[in-house]
């Protein structure tokens, strides 16, 4: 089945800067790669996505780019602020499974 | 559109009972997703229901089970609660799975046990 890692598992990023989150896939028929953010006490809330016919996406301040050879995909955030800290979550979902294999979570801190 | 809800927020159990979670998925979503969160495992997926049918499952005993009603809304059971089934259950919906796989997640139950 799928695994997905992701890297890293927190990050601290003074506001203002840049966060880069990573993850890899094993699965090469996934072909749907979305982000979510988790705040405290919510749940996972989806902030962008990208198939796999997509090489990059952006909205704003973020952006997603996807290599399908390497199998990897990353999570671009850029003028972080305060209200950017979270968990963020990658997934990848196999169509065949009908399902979404998420990374392990990384802790985004955004200091003033 | 009103977002996916799930009630209750939280519960608390002991061991050896039985618990029921509800999800109302977005309107006109047909698809149900149960995911387990915790801090050691992560977000596990549990299942999936489609029109009613269970369309894929997670690596789960079949303590944990789950329906889907003709108005799309899900239920998950869990029965003879151990401790490691404290967790954030979270339901997601989707319109159809396939294509249009944009998973939308509720606020989660917080299931304790005791």
Known sequence: ????????????????????????????????????KQELGKGPQLII?????????????????????AKHFSL???ETQPEDSAVYFCAAYTGTASKLTFGTGTRL???? | KAGVTQTPRYLIKTRGQQ?????????????????????????????????ETQ????????????????????????????LGDSALYLCASSQSGGHHNEQFFGPGTRLTVL
């Open chain 1, 1 to 36: 089945g799928e695994n997905v890692e992701q890297h890293p598992s927190t990050l601290s990023v003074q506001e203002g800067d840049s966060a880069v989150i990573k993850c890899t896939y094993s699965d090469s028929a996934s072909n749907y790669f979305p982000w979510y």
């Open chain 1, 49 to 69: 996505d990208i198939r796999s016919n997509v090489g990059e996406k952006k909205d704003q301040r973020i952006a997603v780019t996807l290599n399908k050879t």
């Open chain 1, 76 to 78: 671009h955030i850029t």
């Open chain 1, 109 to 112: 801190q955004v200091t003033l």
């Open chain 2, 19 to 51: 618990v029921t979670l509800s999800c109302s998925p977005i309107s006109g979503h047909r698809s149900v997703s149960w995911y387990q969160q915790t801090p050691g495992q992560g977000l596990q997926f549990l299942f999936e229901y489609f029109s």
């Open chain 2, 55 to 82: 369309r894929n499952k997670g690596n789960f005993p079949g303590r944990f089970s789950g329906r889907q009603f003709s108005n799309s809304r899900s239920e998950m059971n869990v029965s003879t609660l151990e």
